[in-house]
């Protein structure tokens, strides 16, 4: 899959939104306090080139995607290695 949105929970507590096109570009990063073993419920809302992303139902982030929204793609969970560890 070459082609989604995503979420990115990075190990120092930040969220990134990244775009994946056949490379990965982010989008914007915020520091929102993310912990190890403390659930929350993230949502991406794709409305023409705007993303907005949500941590527990309160908006997060908000980017305009410049090259423009992905017209099609796949929706799926990415799980990588633990980014907790270290």
Known sequence: MRRYYALL?????????????????????AAIGAQT??????????????ITAYRDGRKILEAVDAEGNLDCG??????EEDAWRR
């Open 37 to 50: 073993g403390v659930a929350s419920r993230l949502a991406l809302e794709v409305a023409g080139a705007r």
């Open 74 to 79: 796949a929706v799926g969970l990415v799980a």
């Open 9 to 29: 929970l990075r190990a120092d507590g930040s969220i990134a939104l990244v775009k994946m096109r056949d490379r990965e570009t982010v989008l914007a990063t």
